[in-house]
Nanobody, 121 residues
Framework: QVQVVESGGGLVQAGGSLRLSCVAS????????MAWYRQAPGKQRELVAS???????NYADFVKGRFTISRDNAKNTVYLQMSSLKPEDTAVYYC???????????????WGQGTQVTVSS
């Protein structure tokens, strides 16, 4: 079973930055797309950003221009650079390996613990 471990979250003031990391194991990382999701209290988990094995990226409208997803295949790691953070970005952030379907990305790894991001106003 593919496993992921997220890290890098924390408490930051509005306007600040954080970089999240996610290490994947038991997967041929270089040939798989990866994605970041987030889940705020009382809300459903939502897709934040994705990156294909060719490093083509896509972002949810609510983070475009502020977040950047990238990957390092040598380290089996995907990153999420977050800038201009807003209080509404507060959530637990998760990563996952994803497969393309007709309705969008489908995560197929076991969900990790996630990493908490808290943005104060």
């Amino acid at each position: 079973q593919v496993q992921v471990v997220e890290s890098g979250g924390g408490l930051v003031q509005a306007g600040g930055s954080l970089r999240l990391s996610c290490v994947a194991s038991r997967i041929t990382f270089s040939i798989n797309a990866m994605a970041w999701y987030r889940q705020a209290p009382g809300k459903q988990r939502e897709l934040v950003a994705s990156i294909t094995h060719l490093s083509t990226t896509n972002y949810a409208d609510f983070v475009k221009g502020r977040f950047t997803i990238s990957r390092d295949n040598a380290k089996n790691t995907v990153y999420l650079q977050m800038s201009s953070l807003k209080p509404e970005d507060t959530a637990v952030y998760y990563c996952n390996a994803v497969q393309a379907t007709t309705t969008g990305w489908r995560p197929f790894a076991s969900w990790g613990q996630g990493t908490q991001v808290t943005v104060s106003s």
